[in-house]
């Protein structure tokens, strides 16, 4: 059980524009701590695709967004492609366990 | 630009012990945090420790906490984790990752190296 919630799995036919949430509680996004994403194809590594709620890092496409809002945090994909097939996880940081980082269980993207 | 590359991974049985390591280039090693993360086959994400960048500082995830150490070395530009008592549960694959500056995230991500406690 993981301590950011994810959907499971979303799918989106090319060229549509998908969303994954993000649900966490008063000690982790609702305390104000920044949310972060990480994109990870098919095997490989995770890479960092949103940093600071809303970010992107040098190279990712303008078509990755995020944001966040209460306890809830939100990642879009606008403009589908098949390269974007892949899992993706949300993180953040909970002041109530002793680990500083805590990681959503991950959504796997279809693209139909 | 920044390269992180683990080994070290590999077999061992349960109660064995294992050392992986992590040579890291392409930037300035001793100036930044860095941490070990773990995803268990087909599942997600969990920190496992990390250590500040002068090795002042570490923490470790409860699961891990007593068992395993993480260490570096700056003149060689290398991060450790240390693993004993290895129990079944610690099976996955074991990433290398710098911090961010600010410590909130990993902003680079080694390839990761497989450890498979098995009797």
């Known amino acids: 059980q993981s301590v950011l919630t994810q959907p499971p799995s979303v799918s989106g036919a090319p060229g549509q524009r998908v969303t994954i949430s993000c649900t966490g509680s008063s000690s982790n996004i609702g305390a104000g701590y920044d949310v972060h994403w990480y994109q990870q194809l098919p095997g490989t590594a995770p890479k960092l695709l949103i940093y600071?709620?809303?970010n992107r890092p040098s190279g990712v496409p303008d078509r990755f967004s995020g944001s966040k809002s209460g306890t809830s945090a939100s990642l879009a994909i606008t403009g589908l492609q098949a390269e974007d097939e892949a899992d993706y996880y949300c993180q953040s940081y909970d002041s109530s366990l002793s680990g500083p980082w805590v990681f959503g269980g991950g959504t796997k993207l279809t693209v139909l | 630009q920044v390269q992180l590359v683990e080994s070290g991974g590999g077999l061992v049985k349960p109660g064995g012990s294992l050392r992986l390591s992590c040579a890291a280039s392409?930037?300035?090693?001793?100036?930044?945090?860095m941490s070990w993360i773990r995803q268990a086959p087909g599942k997600g994400l969990e920190w496992v420790s990390y250590?500040?960048?002068?090795?002042?500082?570490?923490n470790y995830a409860d699961s891990v906490k007593g068992r395993f150490t993480i260490s570096r070395d700056n003149a060689k530009n290398s991060l450790y984790l240390q693993m004993n008592s290895l129990r079944a549960e610690d099976t996955a694959v074991y990433y290398c990752?710098?911090?961010?500056?600010?410590?909130?995230?990993?902003?680079?991500w080694g390839q990761g190296t497989l450890v498979t406690v098995s009797s």
């Open positions: 392409g930037f300035t090693f001793s100036d930044y945090y």
């Open positions: 600071g709620n809303s």
């Open positions: 990752a710098r911090e961010a500056r600010d410590g909130s995230h990993s902003d680079y």
């Open positions: 250590i500040s960048s002068s090795s002042s500082y570490t």
